[in-house]
């Protein structure tokens, strides 16, 4: 039996958990928790680490550990030197240039250089890379075009390398937070001749070349993932000597393993928040994170304003946070607290009368439709969540409402090939900017599922990134809000998350932060 099929059955019933930990050699009690060792729960396998093509929190957790950018988010959530020791921009904003540090080398000693990040931006920009984070470069001269395929000359992209430790960016406009832009993994550098070498295969164990503080060991797919510390990271070699990354769906089990001091970091299920609040591991912070069920536009009823709009006002969003118990917060809008522009009076309210108003002037009978069917990916919080739902639009419209889970790579898989009607998602900032939430769901987004187009709301978009005025750039979102959340409502904003953990009492230095990043380079463990 293999490792990671071991590991899954073993999950499936208390009685099998000795046999899981013995997978890996662990005792009873933790006995044998290896020295200078992270043990965490990843909660499920990560689709890929190919960081131009990773879309989900799972692979950036991963590959947060393994690889650096330009930059990265400090204190505040402000862009702080990482791969680039300092950078400027033109007067008119459209011209920076970053300077790379000299002393980094890729796991293999090749020494880093700048061509590295403009081989990166064109992969990711190549229309054959089908990377869904691709249009988070549009603001870079060619981007569009090169992506669209409208050109095929990667030489007319923005980007280019004035000598190794030299990278200059050209910008179709000012867009005030670039550099906050490029903490993220879509923009790191690659290694076109390891791609080139090893095919789809380059970013497996074995053959994955990095530069961050991790190295990858092994990865025991739908099992575990070990990282290891590089002795040559640039700042240093940090504290850990080893992570093992495990991939328990379930929250229950993995907190089983936890109490039992087998892993040293887990998120909490909704339902044991409640008991861990006054434990002295227990971590909690409001997320910059968005929860959402979105329609796809296209497939009937959804494909009338007058349906999605009757769907929304049917929620009572202000039971959440009582449902769930983790410091969510209700949420008809879309950009959360502690983002900038942020508006708590957009979105649609609860009222059932005038949702049952708008199904009838749709010329819809509830009764008559054929049941609702809700997609969610296998996660306690997310069965709750859609098992609320159900009950809502149940009760409210009277329509029937059909649930259906489905594993996290397959869930993926479907929203990118055929999204069903109604379908579960988070967004968690990638950067601390409205952009950030309000660019999702643009035309030119790929993670935009919903198949919907509002020219109105693009233009909107766009104008406030390059805005510079508070007031101004406040006025343009708070459109470009109502448009997405009351007027076309191809989403249903519902909460807006927290981060809730529980560290081990050998874990130390770690706090966590409303981006929901697990910096784990400055940790150690007793």
Known sequence: MAVGSCFARALTAAAGLALALACDG????????????LRLNLGTEPPTLDWNR?????????????MRGL??????????PALAERWESSADGRTWRFHLRRDVRWSDGVPLEARHFVDGWRRLLDPETAAEYAYFLFDVEGARELNSGTSSDPETLGVRALGPHTLEVKL??????????????????VRLDLIDAHGDAWAEAGKLVTLGPFLLDEWLHEYRISLVRNPDFYAGPPPLERILGYMIEEGSPALVLFEQGLLDLVRLPPLEIRRYQDHPGYRHVPALRGYYYGFNTLKPPFDDVRVRRAFSMAIDR???PTLLRGGEIAAAYWLPPGMPNHNPEIGLRFDPEAARALLEAAGLDPTALDPIRVVYNTDQT???VAEKIQSEWQTHLGVRVELENREWKVFLRELAASPPAVYRLGWGADFPDPDNFMNLFTSWSANNHTNWENSKYDELVLEAARETDVSRRQELYDAAQRILCE??????PLFVSSVNLVVGERLRGFEPNPMDLLYLDQVWVE
């Not at 990773?54 to 393994?66: K, W, Y």
């Open 26 to 37: 662990f005792g009873p009690g933790g006995a044998a928790a290896p020295r200078g060792t």
């Open 54 to 66: 990773a879309t989900d929190s799972v692979s950036i957790t991963v590959i947060e550990q393994l």
């Open 71 to 80: 930059t990265r988010l400090g204190p505040g959530l402000q862009p702080v």
């Open 172 to 189: 179709v406009a000012s867009i005030v937070y670039f550099a906050s832009i490029t903490t993220f993994m879509v923009t790191f550098p």
């Open 318 to 320: 202000s039971q959440f």
């Open 382 to 384: 997310h069965k709750l």
């Open 487 to 492: 007027d076309d409502a191809p989403i249903v």
